[in-house]
């Protein structure tokens, strides 16, 4: 099991299959995808070689992230492949949802268990100024098709001061009889957003004080959950939770470690470097990978610098997929 000095094991692990995305978030890529690197992306044999060494250091869960990770071809053959090893319980997927009404019972079919959608506005407008997309009334349908076809869904949503803030009623209005996770996330500094997170930071204390006098509890956290705070309501099917990467104490449990489409080791989101693994990814060199990442962990970090506008390597959230 990976561990590191302060009594954290990494049983979860993110992977990018591409730092591309089609959506221009305003707290992500507000000028849209542009390629600051000459970089192949890993492919699909890389991937599962890669899946197969952390496995066999303990890793139970993998999360294929993007950018947008459905701009893969390969994307059902990552997740069948992944599959295969018997060493991991969980598949998940982060998305815009663009391609879940059309792809979500492809890639149930291939082995994918949960996948986590990004809906930052029920407002079709709100949701274009937001995204640059057009697509909410699809992305919508696509999260009724993931739950028709079995896969357990959460939906995120980035809290924006002039955008989202008060959104609450009508997310308890939507989780009302729907049995999806939705998440609220405190907006992060990254090197490129500085101003936009200045401007649109809001802490996300009124919504959990809010949940609180509607009745919601919180829930036991998984161990193979990430960082959301969850509260449920005995009249409600579905749930609300809360990232909030500001509070004292968000690192403690960390349980996640992440690597980039082009092959590199980020022990957090916001570590100042990635460290390349990409040599040991062939299958001549896989064998000699794992005790290179277990020398790697003493280098991880108590905690993130956030509170103090340290952002690390991470320029923008499509880098990591978040």
């Given at each position: 099991m990976l ?5 954290r ?9 591409t730092?591309?995305?089609n959506?221009s ?11 600051t ?16 060494v952390f ?6 869960k ?5 950018g947008?990770?459905s701009?893969?071809?390969?994307l059902?053959?990552i997740i069948a492949g992944i599959k295969?090893?018997?060493?991991i319980q ?5 998305t ?5 009404t059309?792809n ?5 079919n ?5 996948v986590?959608v990004?809906?930052?506005s ?15 009334k699809e992305i ?14 959460k939906?995120?949503?980035v809290?924006?001061?002039?955008f989202n803030?008060k959104?609450?009623?009508?997310v308890m ?7 999806v996770?939705f998440?609220f996330?405190?907006l ?6 500085a101003?936009?997170f200045?401007q649109?930071?809001?802490s996300p204390a009124g919504?959990q004080?809010?949940l ?5 509890v919180q829930?036991s ?8 705070r ?7 099917v579905?749930?609300?939770g809360?990232?909030?990467?500001y509070?004292?104490g968000?690192c403690d449990?960390c349980?996640?470690l992440?690597?980039?489409s ?7 989101l916001?570590?100042e470097?990635?460290?390349?693994i990409?040599?040991g990814?062939s299958?001549?060199r896989?064998h000699?990978?794992?005790?290179h990442?277990?020398?790697?962990m ?6 993130h610098?956030l ?5 690390g390597a991470?320029t923008?959230?499509a880098m990591?997929?978040?």
């Amino acid at each position: 099991m990976l561990s590191d000095g302060f009594g954290r094991q990494f049983e979860y692990l993110r992977v990018s299959l591409t730092d591309v995305c089609n959506f221009s978030c305003q707290y992500c890529l507000p000028d849209g995808y542009q390629k600051t690197h000459k970089s192949r992306f890993l492919s699909s044999h890389e991937v599962l070689n890669l899946v197969e060494v952390f496995a066999s250091l303990g890793t139970k869960k993998v999360r294929i992230t993007g950018g947008e990770p459905s701009l893969r071809k390969d994307l059902s053959d990552i997740i069948a492949g992944i599959k295969q090893n018997q060493h991991i319980q969980t598949i998940a997927l982060t998305t815009n949802g663009y391609k879940l009404t059309q792809n979500a019972q492809d890639w149930y079919n291939a082995g994918l268990d949960s996948v986590n959608v990004s809906v930052d506005s029920f407002d079709e407008h709100q949701f274009k100024v937001i995204t640059g997309s057009s697509k909410l009334k699809e992305i919508l349908l696509g999260i009724d098709r993931a739950i028709d076809v079995g896969l357990k869904v959460k939906i995120n949503l980035v809290l924006m001061k002039q955008f989202n803030h008060k959104v609450l009623g009508q997310v308890m209005q939507y989780i009302k009889d729907k049995p999806v996770s939705f998440r609220f996330i405190e907006l992060m500094e990254t090197g490129d957003n500085a101003i936009f997170f200045n401007q649109q930071h809001v802490s996300p204390a009124g919504i959990q004080h809010s949940l609180i006098e509607n009745g919601f509890v919180q829930t036991s956290r998984d161990k193979f959950s990430g960082p959301a705070r969850v509260y449920s309501h005995q009249d409600y099917v579905g749930t609300i939770g809360l990232i909030t990467p500001y509070a004292s104490g968000f690192c403690d449990n960390c349980n996640r470690l992440r690597v980039s489409s082009t092959g590199k080791v980020h022990l957090c989101l916001f570590a100042e470097k990635g460290y390349d693994i990409r040599w040991g990814l062939s299958d001549e060199r896989k064998h000699e990978l794992a005790s290179h990442i277990e020398a790697l962990m003493p280098y991880k970090k108590p905690t993130h610098l956030l509170q103090e506008h340290k952002t690390g390597a991470t320029t923008h959230l499509a880098m990591l997929g978040g």
